[in-house]
């Protein structure tokens, strides 16, 4: 299994940014998949994660309404829309394939068992 995070960058606050996650070698369709978050000295931090049919959806109450998770089942790919963003949403953004059974409220990271990359977010005047 292989995730490849992008779309990460440098931006102002109050800009938008879209994080894509083309992931192969797994049946992308039969997975919840999600969102993870890094700051500089913290802890890893759920951000978002859709069912596998792109019905249910869960944030972190930090980004409801300001993000939107969204997946392309026929491209293999998950995106996250980041709206208004704050400089306290600076962090390496992850991508991150659930464990079978998983659902769009798992939130613990030991539940998710592939992880992309990695993809960096600044935000800062």
């Known amino acids: 299994v292989h995730l490849q995070a992008s779309g990460g960058g440098f931006v102002q606050p109050g800009a938008p940014l879209r994080l894509s996650c083309a992931a192969s070698?797994?049946?992308?369709?039969?997975?919840?998949m999600a969102w993870f978050r890094q700051a500089p000295g913290k802890g890893r931090e759920f951000v978002a994660a859709?069912?596998?049919?792109?019905?249910?959806?869960n944030y972190v109450d930090s980004v409801k309404v300001r993000f939107t998770i969204s997946r392309d089942n026929a491209k293999s790919t998950v995106f996250l829309q980041m709206n208004s963003l704050k400089p306290e949403d600076t962090a390496v953004y992850y991508c991150a394939v659930g464990q079978w059974g998983s659902t769009a409220q798992t939130r613990d990271f030991n539940q998710y068992n592939y992880w992309g990359q990695g993809t960096l977010v600044t935000v800062s005047s």
């Open positions: 859709i069912s596998r049919t792109g019905n249910l959806r």
């Open positions: 070698g797994l049946t992308f369709r039969r997975f919840t």
